[in-house]
């Protein structure tokens, strides 16, 4: 009987063992992350036009807002975080661009802290994208409205507009005609 009960406590270090290697050889953010996050991309006015390029000048969505795109965290390369520009347009408005990166998570700072150790840092999760987060986590603009001014004029012209649409330092010089 108690060569039986040995084999039984080989079996559980075995597989304590096989646990730990486990754990070992993989990496928190692999575990838990995703190599993909959603964005919302949305503006005020809606119904603008909305262009994400990456870190290689690839257009990688077109559509209108509001919507919501699904991005890649990783190149695919060792270390390969990406990276984007999220462009939204409008007839008759101004054009707002903003960056949209990756950085380092939770997950991988402190999870392979705990648990992946030096392989889960330097092998499996910088190879996979799960360790990172994009930010912001969500595009949100409003399109200032495109004024009728050319202040790049040289020929003389005369612009109308409206008032509250001339800057406050240049109202000082406006002179009135009626």
Partial sequence: F????????LLAVARLGAVALTAALTGCA???GHPTQMIP????PSDATVSIVDEAGVEVFKGTTPNTV?????????WGKKSYTVTITKDGFKSQSVPVTASANGWYIAGNLVFGG??????????????????????????GQQTAHND???N?????????DVPTA?????????
Wanted: no cysteine; proline share 3%.
């Fill in 70 to 78: 699904t991005l890649a965290k990783s190149t695919g390369h060792y």
């Fill in 30 to 32: 692999t575990i838990v």
């Fill in 41 to 44: 991309v949305s503006s005020t």
């Fill in 152 to 154: 790049t004029a040289t």
């Fill in 2 to 9: 108690e060569q039986g009960a040995w084999v039984s406590e």
């Fill in 118 to 143: 030096l392989i889960g840092y330097f092998v499996v999760d910088p190879f996979n994208g799960n360790m990172y987060t994009l930010s912001p986590e969500a595009v949100s603009e409003t399109l």
């Fill in 170 to 178: 240049l109202r000082g010089q406006l002179t009135r005609v009626n």
């Fill in 156 to 164: 003389g012209s005369i612009v109308v507009m409206l008032v509250q």
